[in-house]
């Protein structure tokens, strides 16, 4: 694996997170969105990643420094690609965005770079004749906070070059990822296929009045000793995110519930500016919310 020069497609909060964290392991890293404005808010939640890698990461001021250094931005796909051994593409999970983001990229990039999509709901077959090197193309999938949840789930599609998933695999595991093989296509991946079940759940139990947050994710972290229940999950995933999901399920389905789920994030969550933890407030508020209150799962 002679990966160099990482460019980070698409500058939003997981985008910005992979860009830092390569950044930090030593990589040069190009970081493309497609105007000033994206870029300047991704520079913003980079800044704001710093002070969380020195307290959790216990990382020096002169370690964030050095990896906000090896970052460069980019609104030209051209420039931001022209050195690039492999592209990290983190767009929005919208297919024809995507699509068309890789019949641009397959035309710019050089004939080395490896291209690896970072949806977590997506397979990369849906894309793999539109990046013009189906070979080349697989999936790479990171969980938010990417620094403390530390995976990398990598997929293949049936036409990726088995090489090409081993250096991804490495790759991986160079910026300080355990790296997760995938040799068949899921929806979900293996993430999202065990952790999405369970937040549906707990938000049918609280639309159909079952039981309140609190009570929901008490229920489960005390009966599985996870340190979160699904709604501080929820909040960490983000409310909007929530929102898209069972807004694009009720529509499928014409389901009555989810519609009502829906509109109940809307108006209680959404409408009000409680989007999780990226706001201070979303199912609980931040910092210090109360699930961690130490009295949280007693009696």
Same mark, same amino acid.
């Given at each position: 694996m002679n990966y160099k020069n990482i460019t980070v497609a698409g500058s939003g909060v997981l985008g910005s997170q992979i860009a830092f964290q390569t950044a930090f392991h030593g990589f040069q890293v190009s970081v493309y969105d497609i105007n000033d404005e994206a870029l300047d808010q991704a520079k913003e939640r980079i800044e704001k990643l710093k002070p969380r890698y020195q307290k959790d990461l216990n990382a020096t001021q002169e370690q964030v420094d050095e990896a906000q250094n090896r970052? $460069?931005?980019? $609104? =030209?796909?051209a420039e931001a690609v022209k050195e690039a051994d492999l592209v990290i593409e983190a767009v929005p999970e919208?297919?024809?965005i995507k699509t068309e983001f890789y019949n641009k990229l397959g035309d710019v990039a050089p004939e080395?770079?490896?291209f690896a999509s970072n949806s977590s709901t997506l397979l990369p077959s849906q894309f793999a004749d539109a990046t013009g090197r189906p070979e080349k193309f697989l999936a790479?999938?990171?969980?938010? *906070?990417?620094?403390?949840n530390n995976t990398a789930e990598v997929m293949k599609h049936a036409g990726t070059d088995m090489n090409v998933f081993d250096e991804v695999l =490495?790759?991986?595991?160079?910026i300080g990822m355990v790296a997760l093989p995938l040799h068949k296509e899921q929806p979900g991946y293996i993430l999202n296929s065990l952790l999405v079940p369970l937040l549906d759940a707990a938000e049918i139990l609280l639309v159909r009045g079952v039981a309140d947050v609190e009570t929901i994710d008490k229920t489960w972290m005390i009966a599985t000793g996870a340190p979160k229940g699904p709604f501080?999950?929820?909040d960490v995933v983000g409310i909007t995110t929530a929102y898209n999901i069972v807004?694009?399920?009720? *529509?499928a389905t014409g389901? =009555?519930?989810?519609?009502?789920l829906a509109n109940l994030l809307k108006t209680e969550y959404i409408d009000k500016g409680k989007l999780g933890t990226a706001t201070g407030e979303g199912f609980y508020t931040y910092p210090n919310p109360r699930f961690e209150d130490p009295d949280f799962l007693k009696g």
């Open positions: 970052l $460069s931005f980019y $609104s =030209d796909l919208v297919v024809p080395k770079t490896i790479l999938h990171f969980a938010n *906070e990417i620094w403390l =490495d790759f991986a595991k160079a501080a999950i929820l807004k694009a399920k009720a *529509e389901n =009555d519930e989810l519609k009502q």
